[in-house]
């Protein structure tokens, strides 16, 4: 008999990975697999009646009602992390909020950016067109500005900012269900 089963899970918020990626997943789940001494079932089924134990390995962070209909109830289920609000996986909680009245998700806690501030890039979390309004204002006052969707990566959703204008047409379609990071440029010797 089994002790146990190693499997992918593609979650319900995670992005299309590249293949580069999936191969990577693959690899790392197969390798715990060995390690737990489990057999590596591949990708989760829904379907299938699995026998002993289930050890899930996440494309991305999981929502805690997604992980609990899982039935992942510990750290001894799976190879990651578990959040109960969508942007508490982002880098939205390295950066602390623009005014105390500035829009916020529910759930929203200053406390990481509070403790992470002098490791990071002085910059906001917006979560509206007006702090993002505001922020740019207060921001560019100082230089250039880097403005970031939290999830993006590698240089990718991101926008160098020199000028207000310019920036306030581009927040026409601005709504709740987006967010923004917004820090100071790093200086380079081209600058």
Not at 51 to 66: A, C, K, N, Q
Not at 81 to 91: A, I, L, M, Q, R
Not at 138 to 148: E, F, N, Q
Not at 152 to 160: F, I, M
Request: hydrophobic fraction near 40%; charge should be positive; glycine fraction near 8%.
């Amino acid at each position: 008999m089994v002790a146990g089963v190693v499997v992918i899970y593609l979650s319900q918020l995670g992005a299309p990975m590249y293949a580069h990626e999936r191969i990577t997943l693959a690899a790392v789940a197969n390798t715990i697999a060995q390690v737990k001494h489990y057999e590596f079932g591949g990708h989760y089924d829904n379907a299938h009646n699995y026998s002993g134990d289930v050890f899930f390995v996440p494309d991305d962070t999981l929502m805690l009602d997604e992980a609990l209909c899982l039935g992942i109830r510990s750290l001894h289920d799976l190879f990651g992390g578990v959040v109960p609000h969508p942007f508490v996986k982002t880098k939205s909680i390295t950066h602390g909020l623009i005014t105390s009245d500035a829009d916020r998700p529910e759930g929203w806690s200053p406390m990481f950016a509070q403790r992470v501030r002098t490791v990071v890039l002085p910059g906001y979390s917006l979560f509206s067109a007006r702090d993002a309004c505001i922020a740019a204002a207060r921001m560019l006052t100082r230089g250039a500005i880097r403005v970031k969707e939290p999830l993006g990566d590698g240089g990718r959703g991101q926008t160098l900012l020199r000028r207000l204008a310019s920036w306030i047409s581009s927040l026409r379609g601005f709504n709740r269900t987006k967010s923004l990071r917004m820090d100071w440029a790093k200086r380079t010797c081209a600058q």
